[in-house]
């Protein structure tokens, strides 16, 4: 049977496929639509086995939050090159799965890519995206933050993303935008020194007490300077102990109370293609 422009054209709309990959599937399926999404869908798992073996370190990774800025998500979707990184359409898709993420607050991963994105998993979505754009995508990652107020800051070039909660309700924009920013800058390990995890702490006191017998220090003194060490660590390393980039005379627990009285950063998540 004779292939209309219409028929490509609504293939195409469905799959995000080229005209002429739409019109090779439909003639091979005897102008049946659904078997021609088929086709398609089973070139995109074809080509993924294939490229399963090469890395795909680009992409890009995106971040937002609800109208009511009570919940955030962030997703990472990765490619094998910049080009495609950059691909209007490769953006899209990254951005649908994230608004997707983000409207059904999925609990982790593996939920999201169960999750239907125009009538197909997302898993199925982004493998068939590997048959239109012919590299491996791969999403990486998926994290989510709820609070009374929640912040998203994506770094120019989608490389690097941040979500960070809030323990009060509309917190000042600038403020919010600051300490987001202030997170993908100085990627602390976690919000506070109580949030750090214990096998972090311990190697810190590890290294704090190697150094300093290193340095011929007794052995009496070395939990004592191990101690004072880890102190430091939690000042650089974790968000609120930080130094307030924009004012380091501040850290981030004294600008966020001076901001509001009370208000502390409540989580953060970050994401960076480039570490």
Known sequence: MAIT???VSKLRKTTGAGMMDCKKALTEAEGDFEKAVEIIRKKGQAIASKRADREASEGVVLAKVTADRKRGA??????????VAKNEGFVALADSILDLA???SPADLEALKALELNGT???DVVVEQIGVIGEKLDLAAYEKVEAETVVAYIHPGNKLATLVGFNQADVEEQVARDVAMQAAAMSPVSVNRDCVPQEVIDK???IGRDMARNEGKPEAMLDKIAQGRLNKFFKES?????AFVKDNKLTIKQYLDGASKGLVASDFKRYSLNN
């Open 204 to 206: 810190e006191l590890e």
């Open 102 to 104: 983000l409207e059904q």
């Open 121 to 123: 998993a997302v898993g």
């Open 238 to 242: 974790t968000l609120m102990e930080q």
């Open 74 to 83: 962030l997703i990472v979707l990765n490619c094998e090159t910049d080009f």
């Open 5 to 7: 422009a219409a028929d």
